[in-house]
């Protein structure tokens, strides 16, 4: 499935192995036990627990069978995932994460059905799953996360990445969200002055520019292409009113978005 990985083995004995886990993630322990070994820490999950991992940690994982069996659920929270969530939820963590990085997370009747809900899928690893309903399943589980443990959102959303993303990518996504230029920066793992100089060599245009003739000529496909009216989609194209997004349609394209609407009907009648 999609951002997940159930694991599972029959043997008496132990495996060993380094890993570096590049993504948070989240484990259940179906059976057995897991052992994870850092440099500062030694976290132990039994049959029925979970742990939340942070992201880029050399560890030493331990697999334990218990009675012949070694079950785990795996889910990946990949960071571009938890950006868009951050972005959705204006969640903002301004310092760098400094809690354990291996966290045992409490037991509870959401967290468990969510669980439940993931084993058909595991059941049936030949069935052809969607990555919208992958997407999905993950997206539920940063959210029950975060309202089983809200200090979590800490350990989630700790951008402060030692290298920068690919900001490109980031932002021909992320375009539409109203957001300020600081917190697209923060986002990408940039300071503002960073942000702004690598922004100019990719885009040849200062950020805001950008953002504005993006944004309108989003707006102007969605017109011209999809037949919408302004007021359907303004917000959704980080306009803060609708006089604002007329206006500044207007100023660069010569005439009232209306116009552009009907002009389009009378094509296509």
């Known amino acids: 499935m999609p951002g997940m990985i159930f694991y599972s083995y029959n043997s008496t004995l132990r495996k ?44 030493e994982l331990n697999k334990m069978p218990v009675d012949g069996s070694y079950q785990t659920v795996v889910i990946r929270l990949q960071e571009d995932l938890l950006r868009q969530i951050a972005l959705e939820e204006k969640i903002e963590v301004k310092h760098k994460y400094t809690g354990p990085y291996n966290v045992l997370i409490p037991g509870n009747d959401f967290l468990s059905a969510f669980f439940q809900s993931l084993m058909p899928y595991v059941n049936h690893p030949d069935e052809k799953v ?14 029950l996360l975060m309202d089983t443990m809200p200090a979590l959102k800490a350990l989630l959303f700790d951008f402060s990445e030692p290298h920068k993303i690919d900001l490109e990518k980031f932002m021909v996504t992320n375009f539409h969200y109203n957001i300020p230029v600081e917190k697209f920066a923060r986002l990408t793992g940039r300071s503002l002055a960073g942000f702004k100089r690598d922004f100019q060599k990719i885009f040849d245009k200062a950020p805001r520019q950008w953002l504005l003739e993006k944004r309108l000529s989003e707006a102007k496909f969605l017109m011209e292409k999809k037949h919408r009216r302004p007021s359907d989609f303004y917000l ?34």
């Open 16 to 59: 060993e192995k380094c890993a570096f886990m590049q993504d948070n993630i989240l484990v259940l322990q179906v059976a057995g036990q897991l052992t994870i070994e850092t440099t500062t820490e030694k976290v132990s999950t039994q049959k029925g627990q979970m742990m939340l991992v942070h992201k880029n940690q050399l560890a």
């Open 130 to 143: 969607t990555a919208a309903v992958g997407l999905l399943k993950v997206k539920e589980a940063v959210y």
């Open 236 to 269: 959704e194209l980080g306009f803060e009113s609708l006089s604002h997004f007329s206006h500044s349609f207007k100023k660069k394209y010569g005439h009232a978005p209306t116009e552009l609407v009907g002009m389009a009907h009378q094509s296509h009648p």
